[in-house]
C-alpha cells in the first residue's frame, strides 16, 4: 500500500523558510521520480518541484531559486527546502510521483507565509 506523509509546514514570515519532508512506503523509491506539488485554496494543483531517479531536479518558475528539491534514498524520503519564502507561497504542499497514474495522495502539509 502507497503511502505519503507530508511533514513541516508551518506558519512562517515573509522570507523566512521552512523544510518539509515526505516519508514514503509501499513502493520502490529509487525506482521513481518524486515531485512536490502545491495547491493554493480554490486553484489547481501545481507541480513546484521533481527529482528524478539519477537526483535530477527540475523547478517551477514560480519557485525556482527559492527552492531545493532532495532525497535521501536510505530513508525514503524527500525533502523541500523553501527559502525567501512569499505570500503567495500559502498552499497545502503535497508530494507524489509525477509519472505514476493514481498514485494516491497524503493529506499535505500546511504552508502559511503572513506577517
Known amino acids: 500500500q502507497v503511502q505519503l506523509v507530508e511533514s513541516g509546514g508551518g506558519l512562517v514570515q515573509p522570507g523566512g523558510s521552512l523544510r518539509l519532508s515526505c516519508a514514503t512506503s509501499?513502493?520502490?523509491?529509487?525506482?521513481?521520480?518524486m515531485g512536490w506539488y502545491r495547491q493554493v485554496s480554490g486553484k489547481q494543483r501545481e507541480l513546484v518541484a521533481s527529482?528524478?531517479?539519477?537526483?535530477?531536479?527540475e523547478y517551477a518558475d514560480s519557485m525556482k531559486g527559492r527552492v531545493t528539491i532532495s532525497r535521501d534514498k536510505s530513508k525514503a524520503t524527500i525533502s523541500l527546502q523553501m527559502n525567501d519564502l512569499r505570500p503567495e507561497d500559502t498552499a497545502v504542499y503535497y508530494c507524489?510521483?509525477?509519472?505514476?497514474?493514481?498514485?494516491?495522495w497524503g493529506q499535505g502539509t500546511q504552508v502559511t507565509v503572513s506577517s
Open positions: 507524489n510521483r509525477p509519472l505514476v497514474d493514481d498514485s494516491p
Open positions: 509501499g513502493f520502490h523509491f529509487g525506482f521513481y521520480t
Open positions: 527529482i528524478d531517479i539519477v537526483d535530477r531536479a
